[in-house]
């Protein structure tokens, strides 16, 4: 069974930065996209960034573009979101999100495989 395990969560106050880390256990790394998703209180889950081994292009949602970076480590089955810069508007739990095949999409629905979340808070 497939399993995503996120760390790296935490309070840090604004301008800071926090590294996430996504680690897959029974998943193929030559064949598949990883997204991470946010929710805040009150709001719907939305990709913040999505990665995949057949786009060299990541994608970022734009509030985040310059400030965050997604990466991979294949030979550990990691995937990785460097997040600087960061604002009280990033607060949220962060979810990474797997999916089989060679794209990448924003729409949480299309990903089979979630992470069960971590908390990002951003003091100002």
């Known amino acids: 069974e497939v399993q995503l395990t996120e760390s790296g969560g935490g309070l840090v106050q604004a301008g800071g930065s926090l590294r996430l880390s996504c680690a897959a256990s029974?998943?193929?790394?030559?064949?598949?996209?990883i997204a991470w998703f946010r929710q805040a209180p009150g709001k719907k889950r939305e990709a913040v960034s999505c990665i995949s081994t057949r786009d060299d292009t990541p994608y970022y949602d734009d509030p985040v573009k310059g400030r965050f970076t997604i990466s991979s480590d294949n030979a550990k089955n990691t995937v990785y979101l460097q997040m600087n810069s960061l604002k009280p508007e990033d607060t949220a739990v962060y979810y990474c999100?797997?999916?089989?095949?060679?794209?990448?999409?924003?729409?949480?629905?299309?990903?089979?495989?979630w992470g069960q979340g971590t908390q990002v808070t951003v003091s100002s």
């Open positions: 029974e998943f193929s790394f030559d064949n598949y996209a």
């Open positions: 999100a797997g999916r089989s095949g060679l794209y990448w999409y924003t729409e949480a629905a299309e990903y089979d495989y």
